[in-house]
């Protein structure tokens, strides 16, 4: 039930997206514009926060493809469905909340550019180490495009608000999250040691 829930939730995120860029673009090929302007931002700094924004759901659908995998009936490793359940739940909201930024400033919350991303397939042979090490290199990425956006709002007309907003909201959790995983990776490997599976399928109930 929850699952379903879930995967109802992005459907409908994805749809008002959609909705935004459709918009954007139909206001861009007739030459609609707003006849006043009220907050500014950069213009390489908004272009910076539009990029992260698909980069926050990209990651979230990756996360989503690896729940799904171990919520398999023979993969069946409940810890780590869970875990990467709420992984890509965590994206999807920082997504949300960087549309919601957007907003604020009376920017659109996407532009013409913006596509989710399904082309990162799963292997076939994946274990529950080399799904967290995927995960850790995914968060070191996400957290590097981060640090890019900062730069590029600082770099343009130095927009201290939406650089603070990252640095403090965003940048936090993604060092603490990248601490955990790494701790989550180190915990694994010390476990299988003697007995892959069983260390495995122990971490997967004591651990996750």
């Known amino acids: 039930m929850m699952k379903s829930v879930f995967f109802g939730v992005v459907a409908i995120t994805v749809a008002i997206l959609s909705i935004y860029q459709e918009t954007a673009q139909a206001q861009e090929q ?39 995998y171990f919520a398999q009936e023979k993969i069946n490793l409940p810890g780590f469905e869970k875990f990467f359940f709420h992984a890509a739940a965590e994206e999807r909201e920082h997504g949300i909340k960087l549309i919601e930024y957007a907003l604020m400033r009376g920017k659109a919350p996407v532009d013409k550019h913006f596509k989710l991303n399904y082309d990162h397939e799963v292997p076939t042979v994946t274990t529950g180490e080399s799904a967290l090490e995927t995960a850790l290199q995914k968060e070191v990425e996400v957290t590097r495009s981060i640090r890019g956006v900062i730069k590029a709002c600082e770099d343009g007309s130095n927009d201290f608000h939406l650089a603070d907003y990252l ?37 997967d109930k004591n651990h996750m």
Request: proline residues 1%; contains cysteine; negative net charge.
């Open 30 to 68: 007739t030459g609609a514009t707003d006849n006043y302007q009220w907050d500014s931002v950069d213009d390489q700094c908004l272009a910076a926060l539009h990029r992260q924004i698909n980069k926050e759901f990209d990651a979230s659908i990756i996360y989503l493809k690896y729940a799904a």
């Open 167 to 203: 640095t403090g909201e965003y940048l936090d959790e993604q060092h603490k999250g990248q601490r955990e995983l790494a701790e989550k990776i180190a915990t694994l490997k010390k476990m299988k040691k003697s007995a892959p599976k069983l260390g495995e399928f122990l971490f």
